[in-house]
């Protein structure tokens, strides 16, 4: 115990270099096996969502006209038939359909998933009529990017004895596996009142109850991937956040009650 000392009348370690190197390795090693999950998440929502393809045609008319029904059409939002376009990306091949504010579009293939179309009619709802919508989907971007930073926070050395006075940092970096959690919540809320506001739209423009059942399991689904990605970012942080203060954070020397020699 070469370099030890005290604090607060007890005896510590300090971590060395290769501790922390260690710590890093093990740490990623965790964290990417933990993120590696995350397409495990998505497998029963693209499963359903390619089978959707073959009864697209009894959502389609439905969908088309809920532009209207929403009173959309008139605040500027458009849909864009992907099928007619050349390009080869997941929205032109009916894998994915998206809305982008920006511009005020819903880019889908109407042909393959018309079903997904109703949600991302509530993605627009979100963002130009609803107050809450509209917060959390200003705060989807700056969460996603906060949450990784912590994923780097995470892997930063725990250099001071746990009882020593802690700072800001300190506090963010203990607890930052919880902080990547709660990042991605706006993500998954906003998600969840698309849906909502989705299915409402559909039940609106008159689309048949089995169908609004089948509707609703897809979009179930489609936000279990959302809590997956929320909950594996979660523990993936979390986990490196442990690993380095197990490998990093001083260790105490435990000094018995009493001197040997009475005993
Ligand atoms: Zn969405």
Not at 163 to 169: L, Q
Request: hydrophobic share 40%.
């Amino acid at each position: 115990m070469v370099n030890s000392y005290y604090y607060n009348g007890n005896q510590y370690i300090p971590s060395t270099s290769g501790d922390s190197n260690k710590g890093f390795l093990v740490a990623s090693a965790v964290s990417s096996a933990i993120l590696g999950t995350l397409p495990l998440f998505g497998k029963p929502f693209e499963r359903q969502l390619a089978k959707e393809h073959s009864q697209n045609y009894l959502y389609k008319d439905s969908f088309l006209n809920s532009l209207k029904v929403s009173g959309l059409d008139k605040k500027g939002v458009r849909i864009i038939p992907m099928e007619l376009s050349s390009a080869m990306n997941d929205y032109a091949l009916g894998k994915n359909a998206a809305y982008f504010p920006k511009e005020k579009v819903v880019r889908i293939n109407t042909d393959k998933i018309s079903i997904a179309g109703f949600h991302e009619l509530g993605h627009a709802m979100n963002d130009i009529t609803g107050k809450l919508g509209k917060f959390l989907s200003k705060l989807r971007w700056p969460g996603r990017i906060l949450a990784g930073w912590m994923g780097t926070v995470a892997l930063f050395s725990r250099p001071k004895p746990k009882e020593a006075p802690k700072n800001g940092f300190d506090y963010v970096k203990d607890n930052c596996g919880k902080i990547a959690f709660a990042c991605m919540l706006p993500t998954v809320f906003e998600e969840g009142m698309a849906s909502y506001k989705g299915l409402k739209l559909a039940k609106k423009t008159g689309l048949a109850a089995p169908l609004i059942k089948n509707m609703k399991k897809l979009y179930g689904k489609a936000l279990l991937t959302y809590i997956g990605h929320a909950t594996a970012t979660g523990l993936a942080v979390g986990a490196a956040s442990m690993i380095m203060d197990k490998f990093t954070r001083p260790t105490k020397v435990e000094t018995p009650e009493y001197p040997f020699f009475l005993i």
